[in-house]
């Protein structure tokens, strides 16, 4: 029996054997084991029939023989593959019992073929893929031939712990980084990968086991690129060289300032950043790692939590560029941040809509900044990030989540102006209030814009406390009785409007107190303000100023100092009016028609207001007082007529009733027209409960104040039809008032 060895193949040897000079099988038992030559040496070589082993395993006394028979017929030659995970040297002896035939051969030397590099915790799926900056632990392990026919085996050294001088090289693309891979052996410090390290091998591996890394090895590089480090090591006096590519990309990337993070507030009182529409730089900035954003002994290369302040405090990656073997391009994604109700509008990077944005990041542009853009008002939270980087699937710098803002509008702008007036006082429609009358309607609308003159449909969102609010300015605004309360915050809607809605009949324009006299209020005529075609009329400039928490103006192009005043789109035409009733006297037992006006302050004089078809009046509503014979006695006299007042007058509708047809006196009648007058307060004075409410139409007829209009009618002037002029009586007044 012979044993007959043929070409080695890496960690698996075929070997023949024969019985004899190859005769003719009959089938007898074969039994084959090999044995370490060095003397006390436990580790096992095992066996094969095809050169496949389906087993890591290699170490067991039972693997190291094997038993089978040769053929019963045709030459008596078995062959089999010996295998053998560790660089060691076998014998193999095999026998025939049955012919008592025994045979030793060897030793079979297995040497080593390769040294690997083996990485660990890298990231994006792959071992080779690594952060900028982050270290990794690797193993260095020498083999034989590694998966070959199948082969599951890792060969390593049987030896004791041996130390192996290693060379480490590296080389770095682009060719620009000034960065090296830096190597790390257990305590010592971080050198460069360009020298010679005597490394501790245990079982043919350094940095750890066949199964881990321990990270007594480790590397890094402080920039992003490729990368090729190589190691050489002359292992049973023969060199093995082999190398392990990587790709290292920055740890995360994020919208920032310059060297910090960009202002981002959302609804804090103090928390304006930049008018809406205007330009600002920002940074898209990608940085090394950051331990203290990525927990655990190597983390995971992906920050754990967002904080942009941190990131935005970092240098760039210095070789974050597009090269030869890569393309550098940042995308921008945006999200609205506050108020969580409102629109995203039009942002723009560097002219471009942010949807179809990417910076391709180059040596000239990497610290250049981006000009952004937006129309809204609010605060935008950003992503900044690379998919694919290297074109790896997977490989992707994550972005830091960053807040910018708070945006408020660039300039507000009153649209609407409108003064609604009683119909009928002018036109149909009405152009004309009198003072102290109330405005049918007044509508007061602004607008917030963006620089660019859209609309701000965000503001209308924001808390009520930051958005702005209005008061009524201009020599003479204190007549109205607009409050800032009337104009404030509340009004905005859900979009860029502002509008006063809820002034309906509520808008007065109050006369000029004189004095007070008696306690009854006193006033005197002034204007007319705003009247077309009087060239004693005064015109008035009312506006709105404007307040806010974030910076307010009425002119886009100045905030410094802001313009906070803006004049209303047009001005209230306003006349102090009074109603005159005229002085009036018969014949014994005969009704008296009493004319009746209604009268405007020109500026110079009262005249007639003959485009007043609105006021009215009724008789039924009046107060008496007997003048003659005897005021303490009162008649069955009355007054009596209702109508509304044509081009300002009327001298048929108010009548003053003789109810007695023997009866000679003489009677003061005021026409009701306000719940207070001065001659509630007199002397045998007798008032209806009701009142006509025109109080504007009052004046202070006799130096008592403001009161009703009144007449003095007297019955009884002349004797009827004959018209003969009874002679005066003691008391009696004249015919005017």
Request: charged residues 20%; hydrophobic residues 35%.
């Amino acid at each position: 029996i012979s044993i007959r060895g043929v070409s080695t193949n890496g960690d698996s040897r075929p070997l023949i054997l024969v019985d004899g000079n190859v005769v003719e099988g009959k089938g007898q038992q074969l039994q084959v084991s090999s044995t370490p030559v060095a003397v006390g040496d436990r580790n096992s070589a095992c066996w094969s029939e095809d050169g496949n082993i389906t087993t890591p395993e290699c170490n067991h006394a039972d693997d190291s023989r094997f038993d089978t028979v040769f053929p019963s017929s045709g030459p008596a030659v078995v062959t089999r593959y010996i295998h053998s995970k560790f660089l060691n040297s076998y014998n193999v002896s095999a026998s025939v019992s049955s012919d008592n035939l025994t045979t030793t051969e060897g030793p079979y030397e297995f040497i080593a073929k390769a040294i690997s590099i083996v990485p660990s915790e890298g990231v994006d799926g792959s071992d080779s893929n690594q952060v900028a900056g982050r270290p990794y632990p690797f193993r260095l392990k020498i083999r034989g031939k590694e998966n070959g026919n199948g082969n599951m085996l890792n060969c390593h050294i049987i030896k004791e712990t041996a130390d192996i001088d290693v060379t480490f090289s590296n080389s770095v693309l682009p060719v620009t980084s000034n960065e090296n891979i830096e190597i790390k052996k257990e305590t010592n410090g971080w050198a460069e990968a360009n020298r010679t390290l005597s490394v501790a091998f245990v079982n043919g591996v350094a940095g750890g086991d066949e199964s881990q890394a321990d990270g007594s090895l480790k590397a890094r590089l402080n920039d992003a690129g490729k990368a090729k480090l190589t190691v050489s090591a002359n292992i049973q006096d023969k060199t093995f060289t082999t190398s392990e590519q990587f790709y290292f990309r920055p740890f995360t990337a994020a919208l920032c300032d310059q060297s910090s993070v960009l202002p981002s507030y959302t609804d804090e009182f103090n928390g304006a950043y930049l008018a809406s529409g205007t330009d600002f730089n920002a940074y898209l900035k990608a940085v090394n790692w950051i331990k203290g954003l990525d927990t655990g002994l190597y983390g995971d290369g992906v920050p754990d939590y967002d904080n942009p302040s941190l990131v935005c405090s970092k240098a760039v990656t210095p070789s974050y560029i597009t090269h030869s073997e890569g393309m550098a391009q940042l995308s921008l994604a945006a999200q609205l941040n506050y108020p969580l109700s409102g629109g995203i509008g039009v942002i723009t990077a560097d002219g471009y809509p942010i949807a179809n944005f990417s910076k391709e990041v180059t040596s000239e542009n990497k610290n250049a900044s981006t000009k952004m853009n937006w129309n809204e008002v609010g605060t935008l939270g950003f992503d900044v990030f690379q998919n694919n980087y290297f074109n790896r699937s997977g490989f992707t710098i994550p972005s830091t989540f960053s807040k910018v803002g708070r945006f408020y509008p660039a300039y507000f702008s009153i649209t609407t102006t409108e003064w609604d007036y009683p119909e009928e006082q002018g036109s149909t429609d009405g152009v004309y209030v009198y003072m102290g009358q109330n405005f049918t309607n007044v509508d007061f609308q602004a607008m917030s814009y963006s620089a660019s003159g859209t609309d701000t449909i965000n503001y209308g969102s924001f808390d009520e406390s930051l958005k702005a609010w209005f008061s009524l300015v201009g020599e003479h605004a204190t007549r109205l009785n607009i409050t800032t309360a009337d104009l404030d915050a509340s009004h905005w809607g859900s979009g860029a409007l502002w509008q006063v809605s809820n002034l309906n009949h509520a808008v007065v324009w109050s006369r000029l107190n004189d004095s007070t006299l008696a306690g009854n209020i006193t006033t005197k005529p002034d204007g007319p303000f705003n009247m077309s075609g009087n060239t004693s009329s005064i015109t008035t400039a009312l506006g709105l100023e404007i307040s806010g928490a974030d910076p307010v103006s009425f002119d886009a192009t100045s905030f410094d100092p802001a313009v906070i005043e803006q004049e209303l789109l047009s001005q209230p035409d306003v006349r102090y009016g009074r109603m005159v009733l005229d002085s009036v006297g018969g014949s014994i037992g005969s009704d008296v028609n009493v004319p009746l006006r209604v009268e405007y302050w020109n500026g110079n004089a009262f005249v007639l207001s003959n485009k007043d078809d609105a006021s009215k009046f009724e008789g039924e509503k009046h107060c008496k007082q007997t003048v003659w014979p005897d005021p303490t006695q009162s008649s069955s006299t009355l007054l009596k007529g209702s109508n509304t007042v044509a081009q300002g007058s009327d001298v048929t509708h108010l009548v003053a009733d003789a109810s007695d047809s023997t009866l000679r006196e003489q009677v003061r009648f005021w026409l009701r027209l306000a719940s207070t007058s001065p001659q509630r307060g007199e002397a045998n004075v007798d008032c209806e409960p009701d009142y006509l409410d025109q109080p504007w139409l009052q004046f202070n007829w006799r130096g008592k104040g403001d009161e009703d209009p009144s007449t003095v009618v007297t019955f009884g002037i002349y004797r009827g039809n004959d018209r003969v002029i009874f002679r005066g009586e003691s008391n009696i007044i004249g015919t005017s008032n």
